[in-house]
């Protein structure tokens, strides 16, 4: 058992071991989507929270199609996701803020992130990463290609609320994708397509060493033809799956390498790589641009988890307030 | 192969983005047969679908010379650019948004364009000042620093866009639609002096636009006139929509623009594709990569004999031959054919189901028409050929320029991938220019591979999560039952290449609704079933699975014959592609398909041989 005073705590990442008891202020928020419950470790460690006296909000969006807003389900009260004083005043947290990376999407959480930069309050990410990831094989794919498809459907790319970005690009010689890649090749392969042609210059970013190196050799595979589209084979680059702060950086380093490139950010990656490109945007708002594409989870939940990672983003985020 | 040969064919055949290097984009361009229509004083519509070559055409434009008579400007609709106006809730003020961004874009284009042809820092006030008021933006004198201006009406705006309620439409300036972008053409226009005499505003990717931002660009459109007008590229078949900011004054064809449908004429004109690939064979050869070469003798092309004998067409004639030989009948006409021609003697025993004398008497009494069978089911006897023998991987040559033209139909991407791979597997050995190895031409059995992996890398790229993955089941079931028909001719339609929908209504609307969405992500292909002989008839219309999938699951790449599938069986698919399969392979007369014992489904048979690359 591991016990974590975080309020003091200045370390940015945190790595627990279930079943974990989490030391949260009384007056802290803990953001969450509807699933949250769906692994019985962390259920037990956001109602422990709960008992605590920390308050918990569950925020979803209103329908499948709409991902300006969000729901409170304890009100039902809908809230903008792009005005950030709304959305701030809607969760008002006084002191700290959890938000839950798993249950909650990118396109809640990171419009989240963005209210809550700036306000003075601590901010810290929730993560568990599971032990393992599932197949599903296709009966109508290659054999030999296994495919994972975490994600039931997707929107299709659109902005992220509050990340919208509207100058011109005259061609794409001038501007750089940074696309962090999952296990999912088909999300990355079609959300370059929406980008239009040519693809612009790609830098693919894939997770290791914290997979293994089978996850590793499969990740590439299925995205065989997103490396060909955009002939990104030789631009290869790998992050770690649990650091956020370790992409921010590579993407920062992207962006300065680059001063007069649009850089577009792929967020399709496990859920702390996400975070870091969510960062990496907030802190560039002129020159980057989110590329999502509002994918929505199958209900499986993974079986079983392998350990909980905090991220304190507090510091981060106090440069990058709303614009 | 050398490292650099698979880099430079990477590069030429448009893997590596050749359209982002300017230098050498310009030396591999070649003009389309459409070219001189898109250069005239009129609007004009570039519809094709994906690859066709519209980016590549208007990028060409906006890349003219100094001293053409055109100048053009080139803005991409971006979704996330055009979908971020979707969040603002009164239509009116979308509208509005909408088109101030519009002169925004077009603005800041025009300006960018006089800044790289070394205007950026010339005084203008006056014009510069009314531009500036007629956007609402900052004041400026050069355009360098009415761009800067720009910059920040952009901004200005996207905080609009990513927090509408945060802001009250009165209290911001939104420029009014088309009048400022007029102002800032014809500026333009008179900044760059002669020989410049057209502006052409090039809007790529059209149909990323949401119906109220179509509204706006029409209207543009509508009232645009010369010296201006406007160059769109549209995947499709045409505009999305036609309505403008005027309820009754929609965009009329050919009125207010002509449509020019590229892969009509790139596939009526024979010598485009062809240029395009010899400019890349020229500059391979300049570099001294590989030994000259004309496209016409790149490829080897079998003849229909050559590719039965291929297959064994000479055993199945010595079994012809031995049968006649042991009846003592004396045929000398059947006996004095070819291999290549004897065999079709058995095939069509079988399909008759007479015997082998008997078919070989027919022939006998009746040769012309027997020809002209053999001329008819060629292709389908071959196919019967190559059934049933084990370790042959091979069902089919696809090979040569014009079966190549065949499976790219109109496309040039699909065009230069086949090359792309051909010359991949072809120069595989090959290693400098000194070796006394021609690697010309490039054999049909690469050339075949080629096809199947492009076939297959464009397979793969149909099932993207959304209703493309619905329209890849759909594809999958319809080109395996099209794969067993081919497979086995015998007693059934031969070389079916073409299928109509029969059944209830609402299955014909949800599986007709997956053959259009495959058509625009080239799944399908939508073929006229019959001419119109009087106005007042309705066209027609089946469909086909697009040629250049033909290799993946071994069917023709020809128009040939049509059968009819039950809609309300394809409709199922989407749930359980199996069960929808086989339900089609009873209804057509295929009741065994030929999964083999050890395959985990019914289709693992057309990924078999597939490696990964």
Redesign the interface.
Known sequence: MVSNDLLNDTVHIERLHSPITLQLPRDTVVLAGPRWTETRDKGQLLTQAESMGCRRIILSHPSATDPWHATLDSTGQEVDLRDPNELFTAVTPSGCAVIDLNSLGLSIWAPTLRALGGRGCKVLALYMRPTSYQVRQSTVGPVYSPEYDFNARALGVRPVAGFARLAPTASQAGTLLVALLGLEGKRARVALRELGDPAPETRAVFASPGYSRRLVQRAIWAHREFLTASDSQRYVSYASPTNPFMVQRLIQNHIDDHPDRHVFVMPLATKPMNLGAVLACLRNPKRTELVFDHSIVRSASPESIDSYYIFDVTSVLAGAGPS | MKPELRKTL?HLFG???A??QPSSYSALFVRPPYQDQLEEQRNVVLAGL?GSGK?TAL?HLASARNDAEYVAV???I????S??F??IEDVGVRRKAFAH?ANL?IA??CL?LLFDRGHGDEQHPRDLSLIASSLCVEKASTPAVLIASI?KA??D???V??????FRASHFNFSIAESPVKRVCRFTLEALGRPVRALFICI??YENLLLEELQVFNTYIKHAEKPISYKIGVRGRGLPATETLTDSDPLNDPADFRTVPITEAIINDTTFLVDVVARRLEELEKQRLIPAVSVEDMFEQLTAREEAMLFGADRVSREVRDEIDRSGLLLPHVTSLPDADLYFVKFHAESRGISVLESALEWENNPVQSATRLGNYRVPSIFWLSRGRKGLRMRKYYAGWDTFALLAAGNTRFMLRLVEASLTRGLEGYHSDHDEANPWPISSKDQTSAARSVAR?HL??L????E??SV??LL?VIGKALSELTRDPIKRTPEPSEFELSGPASDLARVGALLREGVRILAFEQVVKNKLTAPTEVQDFAFRIHPILAPFFWISHKRKRRIVLDAAVLAGADED??RSLRSILKSIGCESPSAEPM???L??EL?AN?E??
């Open positions: 990477s893997r590596s983005r359209e982002n994906r980016t990028r080139y803005h991409c971006n979704k996330n650019q979908l971020a979707a969040g961004y874009i800041h284009a960018r910059d952009i901004i705006l996207e905080n866009v990513n927090n509408p309620r945060g790529d990717e890398n793969m790229q099932d993207d999560g959304g493309g993955g890849y089941r999958m592609a199996e395959q985990r489904g289709f693992d990924f597939e990964p690359e």
